[in-house]
C-alpha cells in the first residue's frame, strides 16, 4: 500500500516508479509533490526552489514520462543558462 508520500501519487508509469525504486528514491521531495501532477496534466509550471530540492528530477522524470518510445526524433529540448547547469542535468 502506497503512502500520500509515495512517487505513485503523482500519478507516474509503472516503469519509471520502477526505476525510481531501483535507483533508491523512495519519496518524492516537497517541489516534486506540488510540480510534477501539473506538468503531466498539461500546464506549464516556474519552479523555484532551493539547491538540491530535487527541480532537475521534476522537469527530467515528466518528460520521461511525457516521452513516447515509439515517436520518432526529438521529442523535447531543455535549455539552460549555463554550462555549469547542463552539465549538471547531463
Same mark, same amino acid.
Given at each position: 500500500?502506497?503512502? $500520500? $508520500?509515495?512517487?505513485?501519487?503523482?500519478?507516474?508509469?509503472?516503469?519509471?516508479?520502477?526505476?525510481? $525504486?531501483?535507483?533508491?528514491?523512495?519519496?518524492?521531495?516537497?517541489?516534486?509533490?506540488?510540480?510534477?501532477?501539473?506538468?503531466?496534466?498539461?500546464?506549464?509550471?516556474?519552479?523555484?526552489?532551493?539547491?538540491?530540492?530535487?527541480?532537475?528530477?521534476?522537469?527530467?522524470?515528466?518528460?520521461?514520462?511525457?516521452?513516447?518510445?515509439?515517436?520518432?526524433?526529438?521529442?523535447?529540448?531543455?535549455?539552460?543558462?549555463?554550462?555549469?547547469?547542463?552539465?549538471?542535468?547531463?
Amino acid at each position: 500500500m502506497s503512502s $500520500n $508520500n509515495d512517487f505513485r501519487e503523482l500519478g507516474l508509469s509503472e516503469p519509471i516508479l520502477k526505476a525510481l $525504486n531501483g535507483m533508491g528514491f523512495e519519496e518524492p521531495t516537497e517541489v516534486q509533490k506540488k510540480a510534477i501532477p501539473h506538468i503531466l496534466s498539461g500546464e506549464d509550471v516556474i519552479v523555484m526552489s532551493k539547491t538540491g530540492s530535487g527541480k532537475t528530477a521534476v522537469f527530467g522524470v515528466s518528460l520521461l514520462q511525457m516521452t513516447d518510445p515509439e515517436k520518432p526524433g526529438p521529442q523535447c529540448l531543455i535549455l539552460e543558462p549555463t554550462r555549469e547547469l547542463a552539465v549538471q542535468v547531463d
